[in-house]
């Protein structure tokens, strides 16, 4: 398996990079091929801007359009190029980051912003009767498979169906549907870490034992159920799931996971 | 009023550009003050890192902790201590922004990252019995207002109920609810324009107006009706809603609004 982990943290000693670490040593023991794009090690531009796209950046600047056409063109500077190009080599792809206000940190979003551009992430396939583009399920990255391994500082109670914060599947779908399943990716259920705050070294040892035994039974996972767009769940083009396919009593987010 | 207007878009001719230029105009003629915190121009950094705490970051370095030491003791950076001084000063705060994978673009999450540090934007108040910080409609920037103004690409029955993108409303709550109400903001509903990759230079009229219709009636606008932490709907440590204060059949983010 080839794996390509995009890790976000600015101290390696962090229990993020510790993650990250084991990670890569358990799945090369494994057998497995890794390579890490480290965006803080890189010092990842994370503001999608005009130089993004060179020759092809338009004026006005059109974000979409300019980065589809420098995309097409290979005009997209040797930074992005070189993700996309780890994207397409990797069979799985691990997001390990922390939880900075509900979300990933601006660096990571900053990689998504630059790096899923018009044509490559989105803005693929035909439009008609039947068919919406190639996403949500299908796309550019479909085969491949996504697993976000995060840290949250407050207790698991937070995160859970009645806690202050909200359920951690429901902070988590924009990223994992409207990210990750976008372009195709068939994503797993994510690794999180509760309680980041108050962990000592002597956690450590299982939770190592814990990610250690994810990394391990990831052949075996069942990705999120999530509704294919274009397998008969949703009308076109309005995008709403048909009536009656919901399960008794769910709504919003998760209507979009099969039952 | 004083209106503080955090805005993210590279390129001034943009709809967003337009629409943080009309607020400015139609603030400013209503005899408001309004100050402008245009992150692309003022090339804002976005990686939170050790550069942020000064002195005060350790090593290893401890992103909670650090930050809340550098606020403590003066040792912030002149542009994050800018900003926390202009949130400060206004009573409402507009943040102009383009969804860009459903969320805000990096540069303002980044803004989010460093200025939101800890002791100024959590890490506040006591905890006890009956308080569990000062926080969810308590804290440093209580007594303010927030309203997003977004622009999304995708009409707007993807973002409607049963839309594959999910509600606009639960794809929003995370920065409505976790990051502005965190700290105590009240959250004006937000003004969401859709469709925006296919809007025209004749649909701009329009527009204007109705931007300019919010801007002018927000003194009776209501804030989103977020459930207090501290006002008795919630167990205190688990942070759970109490059971039976929910409508019938409303789960996940929405438990978390007064009926």
């Known amino acids: ?64 359009a300019d980065s589809g056409r420098a995309f097409d063109t290979g005009n997209l500077t040797p930074d992005v190029r070189a993700e996309q190009e780890k994207l397409l080599w990797a069979d799985l792809v691990i997001f390990q980051f922390p939880l900075w206000w509900y979300t990933m940190p601006a660096i990571l979003k900053g990689w998504f912003d630059r790096v899923f551009t018009y044509h490559f992430a989105y803005g693929v396939g035909e439009h008609n009767d039947v068919k919406y583009g190639e996403r949500f399920g299908e796309g550019t990255l479909a085969g491949r498979r996504a697993l976000l391994s995060v840290t949250a500082g407050g207790p698991e109670s937070h995160y859970a169906e009645r806690g202050i914060n909200g359920p951690i599947d429901d902070l988590l779908f924009p990223i994992q549907h409207g990210i990750l399943y976008y372009p195709g990716l068939e994503v797993l259920p994510p690794f999180v870490l509760y309680g980041a705050d108050r962990l000592t070294r002597e956690d450590f040892p299982d939770i190592a034992k814990a990610w250690q035994e994810r990394l391990l039974t990831l052949d075996s996972t069942e990705p999120i159920a999530f509704r294919r767009q274009n397998a008969g769940d949703y009308e076109i083009p309005s995008l709403h799931l048909k009536e009656g396919l919901e399960p008794a009593g769910r709504s919003g987010f998760r209507l979009h996971v099969r039952p």
Chains 1, 2 share one sequence.
Do not use: F
């Not at 130089?51 to 059109?62: F, K, T, V």
């Open 1 to 64: 398996m080839k794996t390509l982990i995009v890790y976000a943290h600015p101290e390696p000693r962090s229990l993020n990079g510790s993650l990250k670490d084991l990670a890569v040593s358990t799945l090369r023991q494994a057998g497995h091929e890794v390579r890490v794009s480290d965006l803080y090690a890189m010092r990842w531009k994370a503001a999608a801007d005009a130089g993004d796209y060179g020759p092809s950046a338009s004026s006005p600047l059109r974000v979409a």
